[in-house]
């Protein structure tokens, strides 16, 4: 790709960040017991967090030229709109 993309196994970055929250007791029931959801397997460990979906872009610099979240993880930006910010930094 021509760049570097994080990867945060654990959510140590989100929770630094802030942007990792935990799943609320009635949750993980409903998500083990009704939805057969394994996420402590997919995730590594036992700590029933996520972290909220963010993308950012970082110039060389280490300055945040873009930066949109939403903890409602089916409000993302359109792809257009990552690579138009990702083309405003090469000019």
Same mark, same amino acid.
Not at 9 to 28: H, S, T
Not at 38 to 57: A, H, K, M, Q, T
């Given at each position: 790709?021509? +760049?570097? *993309?994080?990867?945060? &196994?654990?959510? %140590?970055?989100?929770?630094? +960040?802030?942007? %990792?929250?935990?799943? &609320?007791?009635?949750?993980?029931? *409903?998500?083990?017991?009704? +939805?057969?959801?394994?996420?402590?397997?997919?995730?590594?460990?036992?700590?029933?967090?996520? &972290?909220?979906?963010?993308?950012? *872009?970082?110039?060389?610099?280490? *300055?945040?030229?873009?930066?949109?979240?939403? &903890?409602?993880?089916?409000?993302?930006?359109?792809?257009?709109?990552?690579? %138009?910010?990702?083309?405003?930094?090469?000019?």
């Amino acid at each position: 790709m021509g +760049f570097d *993309i994080l990867a945060d &196994p654990g959510n %140590a970055v989100a929770r630094e +960040f802030g942007l %990792a929250y935990a799943f &609320p007791e009635y949750l993980k029931a *409903i998500f083990t017991d009704v +939805f057969d959801n394994r996420l402590p397997e997919w995730n590594g460990d036992d700590s029933w967090e996520l &972290p909220v979906p963010v993308r950012y *872009i970082v110039d060389r610099g280490g *300055i945040v030229r873009y930066a949109v979240g939403d &903890p409602d993880y089916t409000v993302r930006p359109e792809p257009q709109e990552t690579l %138009a910010a990702l083309r405003s930094l090469a000019t």
